[in-house]
């Protein structure tokens, strides 16, 4: 792989006109407005990966949006790397905090990306770090540096559930056999310090509608005398955490693996500037749970949040009633070895405890996925190890991420294998948020270091 360097100068500006054009397509799985744009982008990763050099690609039908499946088979023989992503993204909304609308990409220079990162939605999560693997594919095969066989399994409803996988893993067992599994779909501590992420956060995620009156009432009539489901539902929001901010959710915890103080001390030992994050956020200072710093907090720590809120009028000036209804969306992050089913049900079983008899509660579920976590001693993390060494010049930190990829713990599952999440994000990169971008270095980085994993792992598995 000595030239893989200047093979990524020389295509450089290909390799990211091809991810602009891939990030100029609305592919929002969560809308149905957007289903055709979808479709096309499942098409556009196919033709990708025929192009990088699949022998074999195809879209695979599901109950919902199709997965585009694709491999080279080097020899049967030789170990196989199954590469997962996805290609829908999360919705652009709010549309008015974008400096420049979300599928129209544009490179701007930044200063933590000084070389340009590219705005649009979807260019971190995940279009860009999925195409890292298309492109590094392309590098192997065009100079016969692919050392193994390689599948891909790119989805379209990762953003809304992932709700038609667990069904194509179930029909497809010996179709995605592999002997590692591996991810782009988080990210690193720094640019000058890779990371690897080791353990992943489980997830509830639920929906819940108060209802009142049966119509809209008049506040000044009725106001005092019956009761508001607006304020009955932030009431009830509210008693879920107590002042410490600990979830009051009864057996909520009962199952929490607590870390011992060396894992905890182990952890404090990675870079973090307690300034810099409250100054790239904004804010005065931190907010969580009593008795655990930053860093604990949104990695090995359940959290409950209010996604969205909403109930009553909320136009121009003033409309003074009183709502029939009041809605919100609540996602739990779960930590190993929480139940997101079973944490689901104790949060449904004690919201609708907790209501008073004026009003009526129903909680929904919509998703949900387990917590995960990789062993830091098997093959693939070792050479995902390796890879970060040879081109960052650094071993990478192990990390505990605060996200959730519910599917990690369904391949262990239904596939038998371990999975190894390579991110080369940041968290600056406003995944989700208005302004979401992917610095031009980090792209470029991950398609220099993948191909050494192939390398690497298959090294291992075959001496």
């Keep these: 792989m000595e030239n893989i360097k200047s093979y990524i100068t020389t295509h450089q500006q290909r390799f990211i006109d091809e991810l602009i054009e891939l990030l100029k397509i609305p592919s929002v799985s969560a809308d149905p407005a957007f289903s055709e744009d979808v479709l096309n982008t499942a098409e556009a990763v196919r033709s990708a990966l025929e192009k990088a050099g699949c022998d074999h690609t195809e879209i695979c039908e599901t109950p919902g949006y199709p997965i585009v499946y694709g491999e080279k088979v080097v020899d049967p023989e030789l170990p196989t790397v199954l590469v997962y992503g996805h290609y829908d993204v999360q919705p652009p909304d709010p549309v008015d905090l974008w400096h420049s609308p ?13 070389e340009g990162a590219i705005f649009a939605r979807g260019a971190s999560d995940d279009k860009g770090q999925m195409y890292m693997h298309v492109k590094a594919l392309e590098y192997m095969v065009a100079n016969d540096e692919l050392p ?40 690193m501590i720094a640019k000058d310090t890779p990371s690897i992420t080791t353990g992943l956060r ?38 879920l955490q107590d002042e410490n901010n600990h979830i009051t959710i009864p057996g909520f915890y009962d199952k929490v693996q607590e870390l011992s103080r060396e894992e905890r001390d182990e952890m404090a030992k990675a870079p973090f500037s307690l300034d810099a994050y409250k100054k790239a956020l904004d804010i005065a200072d931190v907010y969580g749970e009593a008795g655990y710093v930053t860093n604990e907090r949104n990695s090995i720590r359940p959290t409950l949040d209010v996604n969205g809120i909403w109930g009553g009028y909320t136009g121009e000036g003033a409309k003074t009633v009183i709502a029939s209804k009041a809605y919100a969306k609540i996602s739990m992050r779960l930590v ?13 079983k004690h919201f609708e405890s907790i209501a008073p008899a004026g009003v009526k509660v129903v909680v929904k579920p919509h998703h949900g996925g ?16 390796k890879a970060y060494e040879a081109t960052f010049g650094k071993t990478p930190i192990p990390q505990r991420s605060g996200g959730s990829i519910p599917i990690v713990s369904l391949f262990e599952k239904e596939l038998k294998s371990k999975t190894i999440l390579m991110g080369f994000g940041l968290d600056s990169d406003a995944i989700h948020s208005p302004n979401e971008h ?11 270091t993948i191909p050494y994993f192939y390398k690497y792992f298959t090294e291992i598995k075959t001496s």
């Design 336 to 348: 190993p070895h929480q139940d997101w089913e079973e944490i689901t049900d104790l949060f449904q």
């Design 438 to 448: 992917y610095g031009i270095w980090n792209y470029l980085k991950g398609i220099e």
């Design 148 to 187: 193994c066989n390689v599948k891909f399994m790119i989805e379209g409803e990762e953003e809304v559930g992932s709700e038609s996988l667990g069904w194509f893993l179930e029909r497809n067992r010996e179709k995605l056999a592999n002997d590692v599994i591996l991810i782009s779909d988080t990210g």
């Design 202 to 239: 489980g997830l509830s995620y639920v929906e819940v509608e108060v209802t009142g009156p049966n119509r809209d009432l008049h506040s000044g009539l009725y106001g005092g005398a019956v009761a508001n489901p607006i304020n009955i539902l932030s009431k009830m929001i509210a008693s």
């Design 102 to 114: 979300p599928f129209e990409p544009v490179i701007k220079e930044t200063e933590l990306h000084p």
């Design 370 to 385: 387990y917590p995960y976590v990789t062993p830091i001693d098997n093959d693939g993390y070792q050479a995902a190890s």
